[in-house]
């Protein structure tokens, strides 16, 4: 689904608990595994900006994500999953023996600040196109006219070996930066594994898209069976198996930044972001097809590229996608709706 939009943290009342042994790590999710001075078993996830801490029943026996729930709660942007165990004895009043272990996780000053200081903004649009991506590409730097459009020049390991300055139409990598503050690339601070690194007075947005670079269609849908089972060919945008005179190449793209939650005029900027990027999805009325029988079954209204609107009205049997597959359902096609 797509979505834009702002998030700032806030973190639940502090859980006040100390307990005998805790470990873990990792991202997407974090997991941490602790024990408490009553042996019970103790499991925290962190994953899609979503916590959860459980408690197990009874000593002994082991809980992942059942027992005994002490805090669920949704505190990160979406589609954060990444905490060091520091943090979250930090951000949620844990300790262990009586006090907060030493950060150890070399990857946590990468990690989101979730205690409220910073607000996130962010941009995960499905299904786009790669005109219309950079098209996206291009109103972001509209709306930022003297921000610089960077990408990284990388290794054989990938490690960023410098900068260049770049422009929507020559984009061929898979992330670029965005940089509202600086004047030159001599301004933006890097390293090889970062490649753009935070510096206060600049907005550094980081967008993402795969087909830059690999512009062939990436997603393996289910038109196979469809085909199969209807005895005709059944043609799905974005399906990496369709012939090449008809294959669309879609993909997700990713806008990313963050700010202090006081900087005003920062917010200001993403939110007319916001409503330009919001601009090349326009809202499209959708139906679905019963594709055996082509009955019309209802409609609905969702944002969706143009492109993808142009390409389905081009032709026969074009569908933004396809539904069903499973024992006793009928195989159901989505397409924008016929005036």
């Given at each position: 689904?797509?979505?834009?939009?702002?998030?700032?943290?806030?973190?639940?009342?502090?859980?006040?608990?100390?307990?005998?042994?805790?470990?873990?790590?990792?991202?997407?999710?974090?997991?941490?595994?602790?024990?408490?001075?009553?042996?019970?078993?103790?499991?925290?996830?962190?994953?899609?900006?979503?916590?959860?801490?459980?408690?197990?029943?009874?000593?002994?026996?082991?809980?992942?994500?059942?027992?005994?729930?002490?805090?669920?709660?949704?505190?990160?942007?979406?589609?954060?999953?990444?905490?060091?165990?520091?943090?979250?004895?930090?951000?949620?009043?844990?300790?262990?023996?009586?006090?907060?272990?030493?950060?150890?996780?070399?990857?946590?000053?990468?990690?989101?600040?979730?205690?409220?200081?910073?607000?996130?903004?962010?941009?995960?649009?499905?299904?786009?196109?790669?005109?219309?991506?950079?098209?996206?590409?291009?109103?972001?730097?509209?709306?930022?006219?003297?921000?610089?459009?960077?990408?990284?020049?990388?290794?054989?390991?990938?490690?960023?070996?410098?900068?260049?300055?770049?422009?929507?139409?020559?984009?061929?990598?898979?992330?670029?930066?965005?940089?509202?503050?600086?004047?030159?690339?001599?301004?933006?601070?890097?390293?090889?594994?970062?490649?753009?690194?935070?510096?206060?007075?600049?907005?550094?947005?980081?967008?993402?898209?795969?087909?830059?670079?690999?512009?062939?269609p990436r997603y393996e849908?289910?038109?196979?069976?469809?085909?199969?089972?209807?005895?005709?060919?059944?043609?799905?945008?974005?399906?990496?198996?369709?012939?090449?005179?008809?294959?669309?190449?879609?993909?997700?793209?990713m806008l990313r930044t963050?700010?202090?939650?006081?900087?005003?005029?920062?917010?200001?900027?993403?939110?007319?972001?916001?409503?330009?990027?919001?601009a090349h999805l326009p809202?499209?009325?959708?139906?679905?097809?019963?594709?055996?029988?082509?009955?019309?079954?209802?409609?609905?209204?969702?944002?969706?590229?143009?492109?993808?609107?142009?390409?389905?009205?081009?032709?026969?049997?074009?569908?933004?996608?396809?539904?069903?597959?499973?024992?006793?359902?009928?195989?159901?096609?989505?397409?924008?709706?016929?005036?």
């Amino acid at each position: 689904m797509n979505s834009i939009g702002f998030h700032t943290p806030e973190l639940p009342a502090p859980l006040g608990i100390d307990l005998a042994k805790l470990r873990g790590g990792g991202a997407c999710p974090s997991q941490f595994f602790g024990e408490t001075h009553e042996g019970l078993s103790v499991y925290v996830r962190y994953r899609n900006g979503w916590i959860g801490v459980y408690i197990g029943n009874e000593p002994g026996v082991e809980t992942f994500g059942g027992g005994r729930c002490i805090l669920e709660s949704g505190i990160g942007p979406p589609l954060d999953g990444a905490m060091s165990l520091t943090q979250f004895c930090t951000n949620f009043g844990v300790t262990v023996n009586g006090r907060i272990p030493d950060e150890t996780d070399t990857d946590a000053h990468r990690y989101k600040d979730l205690t409220g200081r910073t607000t996130y903004w962010g941009a995960n649009l499905n299904e786009v196109t790669i005109e219309t991506a950079r098209n996206i590409l291009a109103s972001a730097c509209s709306s930022l006219p003297n921000a610089l459009l960077v990408k990284a020049l990388t290794d054989d390991e990938f490690k960023s070996k410098r900068l260049e300055l770049t422009s929507p139409r020559q984009v061929d990598v898979f992330n670029v930066w965005l940089i509202d503050g600086p004047s030159s690339l001599a301004e933006i601070e890097s390293g090889p594994g970062d490649y753009v690194l935070p510096k206060t007075g600049q907005l550094t947005i980081a967008i993402h898209y795969s087909p830059w670079r690999y512009p062939g269609p990436r997603y393996e849908k289910h038109a196979d069976r469809a085909e199969r089972e209807l005895g005709r060919p059944v043609i799905v945008a974005g399906d990496r198996k369709m012939p090449k005179e008809f294959e669309l190449t879609t993909d997700f793209i990713m806008l990313r930044t963050h700010f202090s939650k006081e900087d005003h005029l920062k917010r200001d900027a993403l939110t007319k972001l916001s409503e330009a990027i919001s601009a090349h999805l326009p809202v499209t009325k959708l139906e679905r097809v019963e594709l055996a029988t082509g009955n019309s079954i209802g409609t609905f209204d969702r944002p969706i590229d143009p492109v993808i609107v142009d390409w389905c009205n081009s032709g026969p049997d074009r569908w933004v996608g396809i539904e069903g597959g499973r024992p006793n359902t009928h195989w159901i096609g989505v397409r924008p709706a016929r005036q």
